[in-house]
């Protein structure tokens, strides 16, 4: 089975560029989630889609950062214009989300290192 | 706010035994997770406990106790391999709530 698949690995751009990552998640999983780590530091949840709808992204910086999942399978992440302190791991995870509170694991692709320079 | 603390660094022999200590204070709990992270790559799932007591699992085993807001993961036959980042992560509701993550660094 494949994983979580991300794109780009790496990334540098200037700071007040704009940059998107993508990410395709486990065949059948319906919750997608972004998360950003910082070095030294746990992933920090950005949003929560389950199937195409965002359910949850009160920790996403509005003014500056987007994202959608567009037919409930892909979903894209964008920042613009970007700043210095955006210089991260930028993670996707899914999961299969039957009912609340039951056993859901989620599963990480492999991240795209951002820098801001 | 949560509040998730594990040490920062640990070192430990190749065979030897180590045990990464979690404590957590959250606003609620639906169970704890441990994942493995190596450097540059995804947190993969080691364990999940939401029940007190001992998982085993292999070389790897994850305890619980909800009353004491604590977790361990212990790692026992250690490999060079196995020298990673492990974070500890609570559970509310969908959303995990992640330590600042463990280094353990095996030595040979």
């Known amino acids: 089975e494949a994983g979580v698949v991300q794109s780009p690995r790496y990334k540098i751009i200037e700071k007040k560029q704009p940059v998107a990552f993508w990410c395709n998640p486990i065949?059948?999983?319906?919750?997608l989630y972004w998360y950003r780590q910082n070095l030294g530091q746990g992933p920090e949840l950005l949003i929560r889609?389950?199937?195409?709808?965002?359910?949850?992204d009160s920790q996403l910086p509005k003014d500056r950062f987007s994202a959608e999942r567009l037919k409930g399978v892909d979903s894209t992440l964008k920042i613009q214009p970007a700043e210095l302190g955006d210089s991260a791991v930028y993670l996707c995870?899914?999961?299969?989300?039957?009912?609340?509170?039951?056993?859901?694991?989620?599963?990480f692709g492999p991240g795209t290192r951002l820098l801001v320079l | 706010g949560q509040n998730i603390d594990q040490p920062t660094e640990m070192t430990a022999t190749e065979g030897a035994i180590v045990q990464i200590n979690c404590t957590y204070q959250?606003?609620?709990?639906?169970?704890l997770f441990w994942y493995q992270q190596h450097a540059g790559e995804a947190p993969t799932f080691l364990s999940y406990n939401v029940l007190d007591g001992l998982e085993e699992k292999g070389r790897f085993s994850s305890f619980l106790s909800r009353s004491k807001g604590y977790s361990y993961l212990l790692l026992k036959e250690l490999q060079m391999k196995d020298s990673a980042s492990y974070l500890c992560?609570?559970?509310?509701?969908?959303?995990?709530?992640f330590g600042a993550g463990t280094t353990v660094t095996v030595r040979a």
């Open positions: 959250t606003s609620g709990f639906n169970g």
């Open positions: 065949s059948g999983h319906n919750t």
């Open positions: 992560a609570v559970r509310l509701d969908y959303k995990l709530s």
């Open positions: 889609y389950e199937n195409e709808e965002a359910v949850d």
């Open positions: 995870a899914s999961s299969f989300r039957l009912s609340a509170g039951g056993m859901e694991t989620q599963y």
